[in-house]
């Protein structure tokens, strides 16, 4: 019989820190560590093939009982870098929006930005694989992850989705953070967190396994500016109010 905590991760740079510490702590003998893109481990975690998953905080309403437990986060206090809406033209000229497969928490903000920040009227298209070549004239994309990061030196306009709900609402955004769908033990997320911590006071370590990306885009800048990793009162209610406007 298998004991062992099925956990699932989203396999993106921006967790490479909290993974770090956790494989390689003596957690790794209690854990079934599953790596996919946000939406998938979603499922995932909505489906009961995993216990906790670091998803977006969007399937929140989908589960029947949540459970936020731990005190780490992808969080930002300020411009995230990457989670954006891509364009050739500006945010007035734009008039369809391509929304990345492979998140719901990001493509549900850019709804929300677009109509009460941006004041925009669009039609959304839903993407798939390839549809970030298909981003040309008025025709605009949300682009998450190492993606994201990737096509910044390919598009004229950028519009950072956290800077902008930032500025909307005052108040820090929580893309992703651990959530069970079942109570977990005290003493294993003590020592869940304490995993999470150690990559984080080596991030260096944690740039260094990553090389090919330090090129187009400062990791170090990323990982102390861009996103913000405790999941701090100001994040709750800066989640709490994007699951309000979800309804």
Request: charged share 25%.
């Amino acid at each position: 019989m298998n004991n062992r905590w099925r956990i699932g991760a989203v396999s993106y740079l921006n967790t490479r820190p909290l993974l770090l510490g956790m494989e390689q702590s003596d957690l790794m003998d209690k854990i079934e560590l599953v790596k996919a893109y946000p939406a998938k481990i979603a499922q995932d975690l909505v489906d009961g093939n995993i216990d906790m998953g670091l998803v977006p905080v969007a399937i929140t309403p989908f589960l029947k009982d949540p459970h936020f437990v731990s005190r780490f986060c992808i969080g930002a206090e300020t411009d995230v870098a990457s989670v954006c809406i891509f364009s050739d033209v500006p945010m007035e000229q734009v008039e369809k929006v391509y929304l990345d497969y492979q998140s719901r928490t990001s493509v549900q903000l850019a709804r929300i930005l677009l109509e009460q920040y941006w004041k925009k009227d669009v039609e959304f298209i839903s993407a798939s694989e390839g549809y970030i070549d298909l981003i040309s004239g008025t025709t605009a994309g949300v682009i998450i992850g190492d993606r994201a990061l990737a096509a910044r030196p390919h598009f004229k306009y950028i519009y950072d989705l956290a800077g902008a709900w930032i500025d909307h609402t005052g108040l820090p955004f929580v893309f992703a953070t651990w959530i069970a769908n079942k109570p977990i033990p005290a003493e294993f997320m003590e020592a869940f967190d304490h995993a999470n911590a150690y990559g984080l006071m080596h991030l260096e370590e944690v740039i260094k396994s990553i090389p090919a990306l330090e090129q187009v885009y400062d990791l170090h800048k990323y990982y102390t500016e861009n996103i913000s990793y405790e999941f701090t009162p100001e994040k709750r209610k800066g989640m709490e109010l994007f699951l309000s406007l979800l309804k």
